[in-house]
């Protein structure tokens, strides 16, 4: 039972829970699978003309109107519209590529036999997983970015040097994953999913992940591993921070002393607002 995999170098262990009976299949088709639907590419022009996104090479229709609805579902939750985020971007095709991979702001490979092999659910989550890689790399000249956001800052003010935020396995309903080897780009890319199709999990783990998407104040304990709840022991969001707030984050930190982590999100509008297609 292989996992859906978005951007897979290193395979990463699940645990049992996540164990679902869906992904690619018994594997991929024969070298010519490829080949053999080039006979039926769709019409992408609509994908171009609605979201500046072009996709090159050959495109079923059944793939197309994917691309579509996990761009739709992007547009319908994001404070920009999508072409203000992601224009410019193109969708292409590599063989060797394992499923989907993000390279740099501009383009997105995909494992032509793979994605065919794929259901349209496992698909259109990667394209949405794929989409928070451009997203992250296109806010990455940003000072106060996802990346430094998610590492947590320490009350001396140093960064950790790993991400901080609770684990990206724990967090959601979805049972879909990022199989990147950077830890911290597919937690952003995963937390970027997981927002979008508002899957985060009502409970200690998923409420401070949420609080990180959409704003607000997190203590972490770093002493404890990000899958412990007790490791947040405190989250505010932006809409309810104020003075009693400001005072007990300040109490919870100092009762944790130096392993305490303050992530202080500005949230996913903010980053919105500073990508720069
Ligand atoms: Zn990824």
Not at 22 to 46: E, H, V
Request: glycine share 10%; aromatic share 10%.
């Amino acid at each position: 039972m292989r996992r859906p995999r978005f951007c897979a170098e290193l395979p990463i262990p699940l645990p049992p829970v996540f164990g679902g009976g869906f992904g690619l299949g018994g594997g991929s088709g024969p070298a010519g699978t490829f080949i053999n639907f080039q006979g039926s590419c769709g019409d992408s022009s609509k994908i171009t003309t609605d979201y500046s996104v072009t996709l090159a090479g050959c495109w079923t229709d059944a793939r197309i109107s994917d691309v579509e609805t996990a761009f739709s579902l992007v547009d319908g939750r994001t404070s920009l519209a999508f072409v203000d985020i992601f224009a410019g971007l193109t969708f292409g095709f590599d063989p060797n590529v394992d499923y989907g991979i993000t390279r740099g702001s501009t383009l997105v490979e995909w494992n032509a036999t793979q994605i065919a092999a794929s259901s349209s659910q496992d698909f259109q989550e990667a394209v949405v997983h794929e989409l928070g890689h451009v997203l992250e790399n296109r806010t990455s000249h940003l000072q106060d970015s996802m990346f430094n956001t998610a590492r947590g800052r320490a009350v001396d003010g140093s960064l950790s040097t790993n991400v901080r935020v609770p684990s990206r396995d724990r967090v959601a309903t979805m049972a879909a994953i990022g199989r990147g080897e950077d830890e911290t780009k597919e937690t952003i890319a995963d937390y970027f999913m997981f927002w979008v199709y508002q899957a985060f999990k009502q409970d200690t783990l998923g409420l401070a992940a949420q609080v990180y998407m959409e704003g607000g104040l997190i203590i972490h304990d770093r002493n404890l591993p990000r899958t412990n709840p007790d490791a947040y022991p405190f989250v505010v969001s932006k809409d309810e921070t104020g003075l009693a707030q400001g005072l007990l984050a300040a109490v919870v930190v100092a009762r944790i002393g130096d392993t305490a982590v303050i992530i202080d999100s500005p949230g996913i509008n903010y980053w919105l607002s500073n990508a720069s297609p």
